[in-house]
């Protein structure tokens, strides 16, 4: 079974252009997740979706930061426009569905913002 | 305020000896618990969990601790191999619609021959 796929992987932007990240979960899970993974730091809860819907988006910072999951499958995550603090390792997990006990990640796309 | 804290950035074992991971979290509303490894330049794995129901959950080599009166887990590997060596997350979660994960920063266990 093919995990979750992530691109790009690296990603180098200067302050204020814009970024997306792109996500596709294994196949068959409804809820997905981006996290904000900064060095030292654990990962941190930006969105997550229920198939194509938000069930969480408080810690998103929505004068920049947005998502979307159009058809409950991929999701695209974009920064518009990025700042010097957004350098960090954003995550994509799925888990089967809602209350789903493990969620599963990818590999990541490292930013950086110059 | 940090609800997950993993109070030790880094820890040294010998192979073949128990390696101890500690964690604390500060929400009682918390009532699952995860462990996550992580490799360089790859997105954590899943290793373990357990219930708030629980006090204990063993898989192989792994055995994860909860202490719900101090608020405490552990995750306990026996016997340590060179493989283990990676940065290992506690992660915790409530029931209810919302299920995103809230993470501690992270330990690094390193395995010395």
């Known amino acids: 079974e093919a995990g979750v796929a992530q691109s790009p992987r690296y990603k180098i932007i200067e302050k204020r252009q814009s970024v997306a990240f792109w996500c596709n979960p294994i196949?068959?899970?409804?809820?997905l997740y981006w996290y904000q993974q900064i060095l030292g730091q654990g990962p941190k809860l930006l969105i997550q979706f229920q198939n194509n819907g938000v069930v969480d988006d408080s810690q998103l910072p929505k004068d920049r930061f947005s998502a979307e999951r159009l058809k409950g499958v991929d999701s695209t995550l974009k920064i518009q426009p990025a700042k010097l603090e957004d350098s960090a390792v954003y995550l994509c997990?799925?888990?089967?569905?809602?209350?789903?006990?493990?969620?599963?990640f990818g590999p990541g796309t490292r930013l950086l913002v110059l | 305020d940090q609800q997950v804290k993993q109070n030790s950035p880094s820890l040294s074992v010998q192979e073949g000896r128990i390696s101890i991971l500690n964690c604390d979290y500060t929400n009682s509303m918390f009532d699952y618990f995860l462990w996550y490894k992580k490799y360089p330049a790859e997105g954590p794995t899943f290793l373990i969990s357990i219930s708030s129901i629980k006090d204990k959950n063993e898989d192989g080599r792994f055995t994860v601790f909860l202490n719900k009166s101090a608020k405490h887990l552990s995750l306990h590997i026996v016997p340590s191999q060179p493989g283990d060596s990676a940065v290992y997350f506690c992660a915790a979660k409530w029931g209810g619609g919302a299920d995103g994960l809230t993470f501690g920063k992270g330990t690094h266990l390193i395995i010395q021959p």
């Open positions: 196949s068959g899970h409804a809820t």
């Open positions: 997990a799925s888990s089967l569905d809602l209350g789903g006990k493990t969620q599963y």
